[in-house]
């Protein structure tokens, strides 16, 4: 994608391509992040007191989607009922892992970029070999710190940054 959006000379084309790459971070890294709050928020619910009712699923998915969202975004009352249709709630405690691995592989395209690919090349080579965060140092990941969704956010700001300009250069 970086490549694309570096060489599209094409204004139209290039706003379209940093839209998609902002809406593919929007939807894997906040979108399944807000998912993952939403699970641990459920159970915790349960634990805790022992039942979840359609109303407090509903009015607790409403609360995040605002808070994830805010006022930016037009406030939908349906989109309370949006948790009973995202089958990912009925396999417990792994939507984290989808902006997880998006934040990673963003750091690993980053580092083949500015490195080479022979770390990455080592990665794969181990297959199922240890544990994923254990593999990830190999490619020069270490998901054990903040630094790589922090770098993810960096390459979304920038995305946002660039569009944003692009955008007010044609008013």
């Known amino acids: 994608m970086k490549y694309l959006i570096a060489n599209e000379k094409d204004l139209t084309k290039r706003k379209y391509l940093l839209a998609k790459h902002i809406?593919?971070?929007?939807?894997?890294?906040f979108?399944?992040?807000m998912f993952a709050e939403f699970e641990d928020m459920a159970h915790r619910e349960m634990a805790e007191n022992g039942a979840l009712t359609p109303g407090w699923l509903c009015d607790t998915y409403d609360a995040l989607n605002t808070k994830y969202f805010g006022p930016a975004l037009s406030h939908d009352d349906l989109?309370?009922?949006?948790?009973?249709?995202?089958?990912?709630?009925y396999?417990?405690?792994?939507v984290y892992k989808y902006a997880t691995g998006y934040s990673a592989a963003s750091a690993i395209s980053d580092m083949i970029l500015?490195?080479?690919?022979?770390?990455?090349?080592e990665?794969?080579?181990?297959?199922?070999?240890?544990?994923?965060?254990e593999l990830l140092k190999?490619?020069?990941?270490?998901?054990?710190?903040?630094?790589?969704?922090?770098?993810?956010?960096?390459?979304?700001?920038?995305l946002v940054d660039e569009l944003e300009k692009l955008t007010e250069s044609e008013e």
């Not at 989109?79 to 709630?89: D, G, L, N, S, T």
């Not at 190999?138 to 920038?158: L, Q």
Request: charged share 30%; net charge negative; no cysteine.
């Open 123 to 133: 990665f794969l080579k181990t297959g199922e070999s240890d544990w994923p965060i």
């Open 31 to 33: 979108r399944q992040t």
């Open 114 to 121: 500015q490195n080479g690919a022979e770390n990455y090349i």
């Open 79 to 89: 989109i309370k009922y949006e948790w009973a249709r995202i089958p990912h709630f």
């Open 91 to 94: 396999s417990a405690f792994y």
């Open 23 to 29: 809406e593919d971070f929007r939807g894997t890294v």
């Open 138 to 158: 190999i490619a020069g990941v270490d998901m054990e710190t903040e630094k790589p969704v922090r770098d993810a956010m960096k390459v979304f700001r920038g």
